[in-house]
């Protein structure tokens, strides 16, 4: 997956392109693409990261201020604007990587055809340090606790996805 995903941008002399996809593209999404380009600023890797969700209800926001503070208080700055996903982004990306099976289920809707499906690809399955967890949880109606825990998965899964890249 991750060595097609470089073998398609190295064709094209081109950083490999990743979209972070959740529901509403304000909390597990937008935190996976700050925290990844702020890891690949670290590790000197380069890529291009968007992210987007299924509802369109939030469409222009900036993510949710309990995943800001908590992503700033790591360091991270989350100003992403809230946008709903779109078929031809399966086309654009080199991997598209959902948070939660219903992210999942939505996505391989979408992708109609193999090649789009072949670049779909689960979050926790990059999350080395937390091997129980088979999705990212959405944090909306969990409390502080809950974007804490988020946060870690993708510090984790991010990074892991990052040294492949590299590596």
Avoid at 4 to 29: T, W
Avoid at 115 to 139: C, G, I, Q
């Amino acid at each position: 997956m991750v060595s097609d995903a470089l073998a398609a941008a190295a064709a094209e002399a081109r950083p490999p392109r990743i979209l972070f996809v959740c529901l509403g593209n304000i909390c597990r999404s937008p935190a996976a693409q700050g925290i990844t380009e702020a890891i690949a600023r670290e590790l000197k890797v380069q890529v291009e990261c968007d992210s987007a969700g299924f509802y369109g209800g939030h469409a222009g926001d900036l993510p949710d201020p309990r995943m800001r503070e908590a992503a700033w208080q790591r360091g991270y700055r989350l100003d992403h604007r809230s946008r709903k996903i779109r078929a031809i982004d399966l086309d654009y990306f080199d991997i598209v990587i959902g948070m939660d099976d219903r992210n999942m289920d939505d996505l391989e809707r979408l992708a109609d055809t193999d090649y789009r499906a072949a670049k779909l690809v689960r979050m926790t399955n990059f999350a080395a340090a937390h091997p129980t967890y088979d999705s990212v949880p959405d944090p909306y109606y969990e409390g502080a606790a809950g974007f804490q825990l988020v946060l870690n998965l993708l510090e984790d899964a991010c990074r892991q996805l990052l040294l492949l890249i590299r590596n």
